[in-house]
């Protein structure tokens, strides 16, 4: 029998819980440890936005906002980036939620539409963490890290893209997704 990805009640089972913890650490480790430190802004440029999109593309915005802001806030906990704990926390899921509904709402408009909706996410992303850095920093520091947050979320789309690409190329995407249960 096949396990269903939510019981009667609709709540998260143990497969969606692990899946998300997996995804998670993954968010993490992109995060934690392929960083660039940016003093002026007391943050870091990362690779853990590549994470979060494979993560939305594959098993659906609500995983992928679960496993992006608890990875990413983690990362900052551990780092002790103490200031930006609860903005990651939010930000990273409002960017990977965006991006998954509006994937998972248009998927029709074309095979590489993720590249838009990411795109999208992304730049809400930067004008989010922007404006947190004009309530923090001061406009001149916020607007100084607009540079670094768009090249951070830029490789996060082109990473997660050319991941995606070569997974439906090998034909694996279909079934990662089929492990991670409908969405």
Known sequence: MKQETKNAEGRLTTRDITLVGVMAALVFAGTYFFKIPSPLTMGYTHLGDCMIFLTVYLFGWKKGALAGAIGATLSDVLGGFVVWIVPTFFIKFIMAMVAGI??????????????????????????????????????????????????????????????????????????IKQMGGAR
């Not at 998927?107 to 309530?135: C, E, M, P």
């Not at 490789?155 to 995606?164: A, E, L, Y």
Request: with cysteine.
């Open 102 to 175: 509006l994937y998972e709402k248009l998927v029709s408009k074309g095979k590489y539409f993720f590249l838009f909706t990411f795109t999208l996410g992304g730049i809400l992303q930067i004008l989010l963490y922007t404006l947190v850095k004009v309530a923090y920093f001061g406009l001149p520091t916020a607007l100084g890290g607009i540079p670094g947050l768009a090249v951070q979320t830029g490789c996060g789309i082109v990473i997660s893209s050319v991941m995606i690409i070569y997974m439906e190329k090998l034909h694996v995407a279909g079934r």
